[in-house]
């Protein structure tokens, strides 16, 4: 059974500091995403990772990926406050069509 | 605009009422999915199909049926039988470009079952 853990679960961090969430999986993946849900809304999508060492970037957020390690990092460069959201990471196997297991999802509060 | 909606937003059910929650798409994909979300939670999967009459069975199926007669929709419906059917319920869909089925969502469908 695939299994993902997400850690922390809760983080308060100040404005202009930087951090890393960290995705860890059971049992190999062939693709791992990671998506951001504001308060009362729906999943946006940030990035799609599928090869070991694979490297997105997009503003202040970089995910990374080492399937030899199962493990996804999420980093957090110079945090704002429009970054405060629950970041979830999710993985899937090829043999699944795309059946995507959640972790139980980062709680990110930047404050001023 | 391509998308996926679903509706109603909010939905309130006295116990032992099936209700029907719905999904639609243009976006074209073949692939879609329903998920439960309960508070401080991650997403669980309760059934995804991957083509047209076609459906199975997710982690926590038990209480929901679904239908997928069009490739746009796949509505999902929540039985008497569902024992804790209060959840926020996100669909989504998926295509295949470079392998990557990346899922989108829709703005999902909040229950509250009294």
């Known amino acids: 059974e695939l299994k993902v853990e997400q850690n922390p679960l809760f983080l308060s961090m100040q404005e202009g500091k930087n951090y890393t969430i960290y995705c860890n999986y059971s049992t190999t993946s062939d693709r791992l995403y990671w998506y951001r849900q504001d308060p009362g809304k729906s999943l946006e999508s940030l990035f799609v990772?599928?090869?070991?060492?694979a490297v997105k970037q997009e503003g202040r957020l970089m995910a990374s990926l080492d399937t030899k390690a199962r493990l996804s990092t999420l980093h957090i460069t110079a945090a704002v406050h429009d970054l405060s959201a629950t970041y979830f990471c999710a993985v899937d196997k090829l043999t699944s069509g795309s059946r995507l297991t959640f972790g139980e999802g980062t709680q990110l509060t930047v404050n001023p | 605009d391509g998308g996926i909606t679903q509706s109603p937003k909010y939905l309130f059910r006295k116990e032992g009422q099936n209700v029907t929650l719905s999904c639609e798409q243009n976006?074209?994909?073949?692939?879609m999915y329903w998920y439960r979300q309960d508070p401080g939670q991650g997403l669980r999967l309760i059934y995804y199909?991957?083509?047209?009459?076609?459906?199975q069975k997710g982690d926590i199926a038990e209480g929901y049926s679904v239908s997928r007669e069009k490739k746009e929709s796949f509505p999902l419906t929540v039985t008497s039988a569902q024992k804790n059917p209060t959840a926020f319920y996100l669909c989504a869909s998926s295509s295949q470009p470079d392998g990557a089925y990346e899922q989108y969502f829709g703005p999902g469908t909040r229950l509250t079952v009294t």
């Open positions: 990772l599928l090869s070991n060492g």
């Open positions: 199909s991957q083509i047209v009459n076609d459906f």
């Open positions: 976006l074209n994909h073949d692939a």
